[in-house]
């Protein structure tokens, strides 16, 4: 298969990830004779950079051209500080996410049984929680309508939803359901919000399609609940932009880290795939970052083209690394973003064809 990738690494720790991420798909590519074409385009603070534009026409014009896009991350301490900054790197996300018709944010949540004791929570309530969020990612409170009072003492905020845009993502997830365990949590404020009763009666009336798909409710308070108390409960959860955005990072810890949460964003005609995590403008150049979440978001671009024992691959060697420890310092190893990302590489060129007893002693040696 021949596909055009579009690579945006952005801000902070992007485009360290990103090395490693395109570095393992050209050895899936090799190893299952494919061509891959990368190519690369800034966006978020490097955009404003060198354009001044958190999301240049050339970088837009890319992705639209291409048949997926590899993204890194966005941010900098620049633009953090200064809330007041007009034109700022997370708005050339959110305008990429529209301009191509993202419409559902896919996130797997999984706890890896050799990383229960890096999660803050105890093992037994987490071990062999496994689960997916369908988060709707163009529309909400964060596309609203916004307002500040001309004295600045009160602003406004707007969430608007229509039927058509939660039966696109609602649709998806039961079909997703279908292929899971068949079940379906809707997560919502339908207690207060209109847009939540919208919701809930919308996708009340989608799951009659799908009898075979159990369907549930959480208010998403009980919700952030729930992950916590009982994460192993849930199978896919459903819910709009913004509970989507906050209940999936806190899901992070279930895997004991944010680093290793890969993410797709699917549309009609587009797709984009990305780790969860932000820019970590800390560690930019450290060579400390987890490469991980960026390589199975990779996996989950290969998955969206059928490619499913390529992305297999990807994963076992995923598992393979973080049961060796073969990791970055926050999930208990001692390597480097580099010499993760090198090993990755060589595992799946070459999987199973390593020394176990150099890995023993630290050494990174493929044989």
């Not at 490097?46 to 890319?62: K, M, S, Y």
Request: hydrophobic share 40%; aromatic share 6%; glycine share 8%.
């Amino acid at each position: 298969m021949k596909l055009n990738i579009a690579v945006l690494p952005g801000d902070g720790i992007g485009p360290e990830i990103m090395q490693q991420s395109v570095k393992v798909l050209e050895a899936v590519a090799e190893r299952f004779q494919h061509e891959f074409r990368f190519e690369s385009s800034p966006v978020g603070a490097a955009g404003i950079e060198e354009t001044g534009d958190p999301l240049p026409e050339a970088t837009l014009e890319l992705c639209k051209k291409s048949d997926a896009v590899l993204f890194g991350a966005i941010g900098d301490p620049k633009y953090d500080n200064h809330p007041e900054a007009k034109i700022r790197p997370e708005q050339g996300l959110l305008r990429l996410r529209k301009e191509l018709g993202l419409f559902a944010n896919i996130r797997p949540i999984k706890a890896y049984k050799s990383l229960l004791e890096h999660s803050p929570l105890r093992p037994e309530r987490i071990e062999a929680a496994d689960m997916v969020i369908y988060r709707e990612l163009t529309s909400g409170i964060y596309y609203g309508e916004r307002s500040l009072s001309e004295d600045e003492k009160s602003a406004t905020d707007t969430c608007t939803y229509t039927v058509e845009e939660i039966e696109r993502i609602a649709h998806l997830a039961f079909k997703s359901a279908q292929k899971r365990r068949k079940k379906v949590t809707l997560v919502d404020k339908a207690n207060v919000l209109e847009t939540s009763r919208l919701w809930r009666k919308t996708v009340t009336r989608l799951a009659k399609d799908y009898p075979d798909v159990d369907l549930d409710f959480l208010f998403v308070d009980n919700a952030a609940m729930q992950l916590i108390l009982n994460p192993r409960q849930f199978d896919l959860i459903l819910t709009e932009n913004m509970f989507g955005d906050i209940l999936s990072d806190e899901a992070s810890i279930i895997g004991g880290s944010i680093g290793l949460l890969a993410s797709a964003s699917v549309g009609t005609t587009y797709s984009l795939f990305e780790p969860i995590h932000g820019s970590y403008p800390q560690a930019a150049g450290k060579g400390i970052a987890n490469p991980v979440a960026s390589i199975l978001s990779a996996a989950m671009l290969l998955e969206h083209f059928n490619l499913t024992k390529e992305a297999q691959a990807v994963i076992d060697a995923v598992e393979l690394s973080i049961k060796l420890q073969i990791s970055t310092s926050d999930i208990g190893g001692g390597h480097t973003t580099k010499s993760v990302g090198d090993f990755l590489e060589s595992l799946v060129l070459e999987p199973g064809n390593f020394n176990n007893e150099n890995l023993r002693y630290g050494q990174m040696t493929i044989i």
